[in-house]
T-cell receptor
Framework: AQSVSQHNHHVILSEAASLELGCNYSYGGTVNLFWYVQYPGQHLQLLLKYFSGDPLVKGIKGFEAEFIKSKFSFNLRKPSVQWSDTAEYFCAVTGNTDKLIFGTGTRLQVFP | EPEVTQTPSHQVTQMGQEVILRCVPISNHLYFYWYRQILGQKVEFLVSFYNNEISEKSEIFDDQFSVERPDGSNFTLKIRSTKLEDSAMYFC???????????FGPGTRLLVL
């Protein structure tokens, strides 16, 4: 069965620090990969997605993610975080159907 | 920018009661979904809906659950006889195509007492 693992449950950073959030998935077939973000009090929003092509994808607000097929990973990165990046980040995958399988989420706190 | 909306934002109900959660998907979207998130747990897929039919449902989506698109705009999730373990945040989502980006609503927080 498909599953998604996010190993960082809670990350605390100072502003301007670099961010990398891990995401691994298990599925043997072709996958589509997503990172969603949920800012405090708001709904899930798409940060970026990978369907095919260049494995390095760029999303909104300076985020990027790299699909490494051999490692079944899709880690999220940002070179310099801001206080406004404080949120919960969810990695998700779809396989042979369109249902999203989510990871447990990573809570990011950025301090000024 | 078009958004998915959900009502109510919060609902408190007694065990055994029926609840209907409402969603208005983005107007040109054809694919509709319900997910839920029990406090402290993952967001879980419940059901997908296309062309007035359920496309896929999870093990969670048992006979107590049903979905409906009663008119051209609303998409509802009904829980016939709520249980304590149904307490969760319920998210509706919609997309233009089956492999397209799913846009989420703000959720309905359901508390079953």
């Amino acid at each position: 069965a498909q599953s998604v693992s996010q190993h960082n449950h809670h990350v605390i950073l100072s502003e301007a620090a670099s961010l990398e959030l891990g995401c691994n998935y298990s599925y043997g077939g072709t996958v589509n990969l997503f990172w969603y973000v949920q800012y405090p009090g708001q709904h899930l929003q798409l940060l970026l997605k990978y369907f095919s092509g260049d494995p390095l994808v760029k999303g909104i607000k300076g985020f990027e993610a790299e699909f490494i097929k051999s490692k079944f990973s899709f880690n999220l990165r940002k070179p310099s975080v801001q206080w406004s990046d404080t949120a919960e980040y969810f990695c998700a995958v779809t396989g042979n159907t369109d249902k999203l399988i989510f990871g447990t989420g990573t809570r990011l706190q950025v301090f000024p | 920018e078009p958004e998915v909306t959900q009502t109510p934002s919060h609902q408190v109900t007694q065990m055994g009661q029926e609840v209907i959660l409402r969603c208005v998907p983005i107007s040109n979207h054809l694919y509709f979904y319900w997910y839920r998130q029990i406090l402290g747990q993952k967001v879980e897929f419940l059901v997908s809906f296309y062309n007035n039919e359920i496309s896929e449902k999870s093990e969670i989506f048992d006979d107590q659950f049903s979905v409906e698109r009663p008119d051209g705009s609303n998409f509802t999730l009904k829980i016939r006889s709520t249980k304590l373990e149904d307490s969760a945040m319920y998210f509706c989502a919609s997309s233009e195509s089956s492999s397209g980006t799913q846009y989420f609503g703000p959720g309905t927080r359901l508390l079953v007492l």
